[in-house]
């Protein structure tokens, strides 16, 4: 039971414009919500997080918008960089501070210059 | 953010021998460690919670007698895979956070069992 999707396995955008990633989630319980990006063979670095009382959350060049309605939040990247390049987990809890995190399956998101 | 680190980063062992892995919280006290794993082109499946001087929760599916995880402090947390089989192969990464904030990742532990 796939309670986190992230339903694009990949994802090609041009250097400089805008990278929009997808996530859906299931579970109406959930109530946290975060975006790491991860590299080949090193572990995921923390992104950006909302909480489900925000439809959106800004930081620098990401930002992170909730629809709670439609169970859905994506993940804006402009302007969109080479360095960018990488796989992208959407994850959620079930509070802010929750101990256990549900991860999608993360979409690759490769910058072309 | 803060730093957590993992070793060793990659081991390759025969079938049958065990594996430690261990995760450290280099610059904070880490109240909760996470085990996770991650086949090829899959999800992060948490395997494990381990809080500092408690046993462990496995997740459904684990088998806790076969992945051995001790928190002896509030830095270190240790993830012993016991007579390791082929299908034990894969990518291990730990996270840790204080308490009720965001979970910080090692680097990961690529492990190979012939």
């Known amino acids: 039971d796939q309670q986190v999707k992230q339903n694009s396995p990949s994802l090609s955008v041009q250097e400089g414009r805008i990278s929009i990633l997808n996530c859906d989630y299931t579970?109406?319980?959930?109530?946290?919500f975060l975006w790491y990006k991860k590299y080949p063979a090193e572990g995921p670095t923390f992104l950006i997080s909302?909480?489900?009382?925000?439809d959106k959350n800004e930081d620098g060049r990401f930002t992170v918008f909730l629809n709670k309605s439609a169970k859905h939040l994506s993940l804006h990247i402009v302007p969109s960089q080479p360095g960018d390049s990488a796989v992208y987990f959407c994850a959620a809890s079930l509070i802010q501070g929750a101990q256990k995190l549900v991860f999608g399956q993360g979409t690759r998101l490769t910058i072309n210059p | 953010g803060a730093v957590v680190s993992q070793h060793p980063s990659r081991v390759i062992c025969k079938s049958g021998t065990s594996v430690k892995i261990e995760c450290r919280s280099l610059?904070?006290?880490?109240?909760?460690m996470f085990w996770y794993r991650q086949f090829p082109k899959q999800s992060l499946m948490l395997m494990a919670t381990s809080n500092e001087g408690s046993k462990a929760t496995y997740e459904q599916g684990v088998e806790k007698d076969k992945f051995l995880i001790n928190h002896a402090s509030l830095t270190l947390s240790t993830l012993t895979v016991t007579s390791a089989h082929p299908e034990d192969s894969s990518f291990y990464i730990c996270s840790a956070r204080a308490y009720q904030e965001t979970q910080y990742f090692g680097p990961g532990t690529r492990l190979l069992v012939l």
């Open positions: 579970n109406s319980m959930f109530d946290y």
């Open positions: 610059d904070f006290q880490a109240t909760t």
């Open positions: 909302i909480s489900s009382i925000k």
